[in-house]
């Protein structure tokens, strides 16, 4: 009997499956329309359909899940009746939160702040008061923890997040007020900073708590219905690049508000590497936004700052930049009559007005229909298109803007692209990288669509675009290690042997703990820190070396914090006793390594065998395209990817169309076939571009 791997990927649009043998090692990949009332629905239906009728026959390892059900709670605003329990005296302290200046100086006279979380009036105050090293000031306030509990109880306020001052230096007062609401309001969920993020910085961390507050309640009950329809264990996708069992991931669903993204960076890295590229920009275009993340020396960078819509969340996950440019964003004319797209979605239903499901506004996806850029189905036929509808929407948008239908529809694509471009100068350009210097990874089935207009606007020298490209992020579920983060704050200018030995102890006491539950007996431990030098608010994280902290392990750490200032600011004090290095944060993450797929090299070309041909033709209109006919359009050839071997060139103007995506390989562009399977879009030389 076979024994399969299964990875699902719960998207806006679309939910992606892939399935691997373990025996061989043969990739199957599909994908099925997404059920937003109920993503269960979606995700059984896709397991049904990757097994087919050989079901039967077919024993499932392991399912791996990448899910939005929290990521979309936050988007959607959706945190009503939560409640918030802070140390006496800091109830104001979403009030205070940090400044900001979101639309930039040009477009903002105040500083402004965001929303709170939760409600003046639903925040508790209780008695007690640690110091920052853990020492008691005074007790808690036994009594006002009661009174508390039961003011939440009366008023039916069952997810509370719990956040007492200075609990990341001991969790003493925490544990006391979590024993009181089990006791007094046993129907709550509760979440404590101490378990989610033990870390200084009272905001975020209260901010970071009240989110898993706040999305524990129904993430429980979507792991419950799923784990009671599969019949099976099965694991759940983490922002941090690492996947948790379902059993463990409900105690700390805050890990899941980046899972579908940070799998697709995983796939795309290791699609990356296998051809022979340590270091990309991966470019995840799915129906409803984009996500970007970069990979150096083959791992996707991570961040602690990041955030899901208006809420930051400060745990470790892939450093991803998201913008509304999906192919369900739609078009309209802003107040000052010019053409906007996204960030509003069609989403998976109604979808794009071409879906025929009771859509209206044009969308990406529409334009595409209309410059005959993606043919008149979609998934092999499963999904007809309305081209005649599509055009409808976009002509009347046209109309109102005074151009013709096709000079709309690329106008469309073109702002679609400048705001996808935009994403990766965010994240190469923002963070000091040269985008120049990096080839990127296009997947997600509207990835490929609009990749040679990103190699002009951002001179990228060339795209990469694997095989089943709408399912890199379904592919990447299978390729990710258990991985769990623990951190303790312990701010010291001068780290003793003895505290960083007790700290990082424990903290590597509780990965392997957690990682043997999970079955792994053998955990790799990664250390890193948070260095700054004096008088500086923010730190520079560093992996630190194994083996017991003396002086030789602390100078190489201070060694490595110097470098790794230098690289991200371009200046550092290495040699300048003046300015002095302050230890913030130490960090471990448990690792329990899995057997990675192998991506097969693919056979070429025979020497008699005949070149690729086209499997038909179709009108095309291409911006950049001058030939005759009132609309611009030609009768441009048509691939099939799967006729496509090593070696194989398809020169543009051209489409190559595959199950899950489309790649319009524009004039003056080429896209060669690489042993891997991949698709490499390059411009030809000499054939200069236009940005």
Known sequence: MRSVRIGVDTGGTFTDVVMVDEQTGQITATKTPSTPADPAEGFMAGIRKVLGPAGDGVTVSAVVHGTTVATNQLLEDRVADLGFVTTEGFESVLEIARQSVPDGYGNSYFWVKPPRIVPAHRVRTVGGRLDPTGAEVRPFDAEGAVAAARWFRERGITAIGVCLLHSYADPAHELRMREVLEREHPEAVVSISSDVLREYREYERSVTTLVDAAVKPTMRRYLARLSERLGMPFSVMKSNGGVLSAAEVVHQPITTVLSGPAAGALGAALVASAAGHRSVITLDGGGTSTDVAVVLDGEPSLTTEGGVGRYPCTIPMIDIVTVGAGGGSVARISPEGTLKVGPASAGADPGPVCYGRGGAEATVTDAHVVLGRIPAHLLGGEVPLDAAAARRAVAALAARLGLTCERTATGILEISAF????????????????????????????????????????????VIIPPDPGNVSAFGLLTVDVKNDYVRT???????????????????????????????????????????????????????????????????AVDRFHEAHRALYGYGYRDDPRHGVEWVNLRVCGIGPIARPVIAEH???????????????????FDEDRAPGEDGRRDTPVFR????????????????????????????????????GNLVVRREAGRGGHR
């Not at 705001?419 to 997947?443: E, S």
């Open 419 to 462: 705001n996808q471009a935009n994403a990766v100068r965010r994240i190469t350009v923002g963070r000091g990288l040269d985008v120049r210097d990096f080839p990127m990874v296009a997947f997600g089935g509207s990835g490929p669509l609009l990749v040679c207009r990103l190699i002009d606007v951002l001179g990228l020298p060339s």
């Open 490 to 556: 312990f701010v010291t200018r001068d780290l003793t042997e003895e505290a960083a030995a007790r700290i990082l102890g424990e903290l590597e006491d509780r990965a392997a703990g957690a990682l043997a539950r999970e079955g792994f007996t053998d955990p790799v431990l990664a250390r890193s820190a948070d260095l700054r030098y004096d008088g500086q608010a923010y730190e520079v994280r560093v992996p630190v070396p194994a083996g017991p902290p003396d002086a030789a392990w602390r100078a190489e």
């Open 603 to 621: 056979p070429p070309r025979g020497p008699h065998d005949p070149p690729p041909a086209p499997a038909g033709s179709r009108p095309v209109h």
């Open 641 to 676: 990817r799967g006729d496509l071997r090593p070696g194989d060139v398809v020169r543009g103007p051209a489409v190559v169309e595959e199950y899950g995506s489309t790649l319009p390989v524009h004039p003056g562009f080429t896209a060669e076939a690489d042993r891997r």
